[in-house]
């Protein structure tokens, strides 16, 4: 069974650029989660979807970030404009259910110039 | 607040040198307590679930045990393929999200 995938695997870009992260879940998984890690730390919940809703975003910086979830199967993460304190990875994971095991990506690491 | 604390930061152990990682951890209404291995520039690997105090889970030379306020991962006899950054995480009843610790960074010199 294929894990989730997640492309690019590295970004460096100048601030005040854009840039967007794609994630494809486990089949069959209906909650998808997008989390930032910072070196040294262990990840952070940006946001949470239930099929295409985004039901917990409560994390996510909505003045430069924004996520979508069409059809309720990959998702994309946008940064716009980037700031030099986005320099992370940043981790796609999936679970059938909220409640079941979260199952992570390899990660996209961004570095910003 | 929820709070989860790893200790120690970092271990260097001997092959073979038997150990044990901590994740103390401050919530109410625990669901679950997980545990990940995450290697260098991957994504966190899911290692076990544990539910209430008093449960243990094993795979090959990884048991974790839970009590009421802390868990466990003790590695026996442990390989340079072992070595990683162990995270423990954190699922209240209440909510969705995994609240992760910081995480050990285990080393096993050969």
């Known amino acids: 069974e294929a894990g989730v995938v997640q492309s690019p695997r590295y970004k460096i870009i100048e601030k005040k650029q854009p840039v967007a992260f794609w994630c494809n879940p486990i089949s069959g998984h209906n909650t998808l989660y997008w989390y930032l890690q910072n070196l040294g730390q262990g990840p952070e919940l940006l946001i949470r979807?239930?099929?295409?809703?985004?039901?917990?975003d409560s994390q996510l910086p909505k003045d430069r970030f924004s996520a979508e979830r069409l059809k309720g199967v990959d998702s994309t993460l946008k940064i716009q404009p980037a700031e030099l304190g986005d320099s992370a990875v940043y981790l796609c994971a999936s679970s059938l259910g909220y409640t079941d095991t979260q199952y992570f990506g390899p990660g996209t690491r961004l570095t910003v110039l | 607040e929820d709070q989860v604390t790893q200790s120690p930061e970092a271990l260097r152990l001997q092959e073979g040198e038997s150990s044990s990682l901590n994740c103390s951890y401050t919530v109410s209404g625990l669901r679950g307590l997980f545990w990940y291995r995450q290697d260098p520039g991957k994504g966190p690997e899911f290692l076990f679930t544990l539910y209430s105090a008093g449960e243990e889970k094993e795979k090959e030379r990884l048991k974790a045990t839970l009590t009421k306020k802390e868990s466990f991962l003790h590695i026996t006899a442990p390989k340079p393929e072992d070595s990683a950054t162990y995270l423990c995480a954190v699922q209240k009843g209440s909510a969705r999200q995994l609240t992760f610790g910081s995480g050990t960074q285990l080393t096993v010199l050969p």
């Open positions: 979807y239930e099929n295409e809703e985004a039901v917990d």
